[in-house]
T-cell receptor, first 113, second 114 residues
Framework: AQTVTQSQPEMSVQEAETVTLSCTYD???????LFWYKQPPSRQMILVIR??????QNATENRFSVNFQKAAKSFSLKISDSQLGDAAMYFC??????????FGKGTRLHILP | DTGVSQDPRHKITKRGQNVTFRCDPI?????LYWYRQTLGQGPEFLTY????????KSRLLSDRFSAERPKGSFSTLEIQRTEQGDSAMYLC????????????FGSGTQLSVL
């Protein structure tokens, strides 16, 4: 069975600094996709970034980028120039093909002014 | 607003009562998913539909839980004889059903069982 592990329950970063959130996953599939979702206090899950496993190039969305290490089954999220609005729960997630999405337990990110 | 909407946002009930939640997905979406999220945890998959067909149910879903999507549009999730352990946020999401696409989430229904 596929699993997603986030080993950092909470992290803090100073405003304008860079922070990296870790995620590892386990799968025997080759056709899969990885996601980082953000859940602010408003509760609505918002997609931050998406990575296709067959692409070697790391995905980037403005201040958000990933470090995708396929052999190590690692998928970390880097947030540059952290802003107060980045404070939220961040969930790493896995999807095989068009199957359901499986989520990790999340990392709560605090931004210190 | 054409996003995923869930109703109600909050529900407080007494143990043993039945509750029903509704989810209206984005209108063009074929797939509809239900997840449950407890405090400090990630969303856990419950079930999903392709149009009106229920394609998968989690083993976590006891017989007290039932979900329907009768016309392939909105969906309802019913919990019978609620227990305190059912207290959680129930999230609905929808998508087209394409490989690797993201899910669009609603804001959830927060259930508290007293």
């Amino acid at each position: 069975a596929q699993t997603v592990t986030q080993s950092q329950p909470e992290m803090s970063v100073q405003e304008a600094e860079t922070v990296t959130l870790s995620c590892t996953y386990d799968t025997s599939e080759s056709d899969y996709y990885l996601f980082w979702y953000k859940q602010p206090p408003s509760r609505q899950m918002i997609l931050v970034i998406r990575q296709e496993a067959y692409k070697q190039q790391n995905a980037t969305e403005n201040r958000f980028s990933v470090n995708f290490q396929k052999a190590a089954k690692s998928f970390s999220l880097k947030i540059s120039d952290s802003q107060l609005g980045d404070a939220a729960m961040y969930f790493c997630a896995y999807r095989h093909g068009d199957d359901k999405i499986i989520f990790g337990k999340g990392t709560r990110l605090h931004i210190l002014p | 607003d054409t996003g995923v909407s869930q109703d109600p946002r909050h529900k407080i009930t007494k143990r043993g009562q039945n509750v029903t939640f509704r989810c209206d997905p984005i209108s063009e979406h074929n797939r509809l998913y239900w997840y449950r999220q407890t405090l400090g945890q990630g969303p856990e998959f419950l079930t999903y539909f392709q149009n009106e067909a229920q394609l998968e149910k989690s083993r976590l879903l006891s017989d007290r839980f039932s979900a329907e999507r009768p016309k392939g549009s909105f969906s309802t999730l019913e919990i019978q004889r609620t227990e305190q352990g059912d207290s959680a946020m129930y999230l609905c999401a929808s998508s087209f059903g394409r490989r690797g696409e993201k899910l669009f989430f609603g804001s959830g229904t927060q259930l508290s069982v007293l």
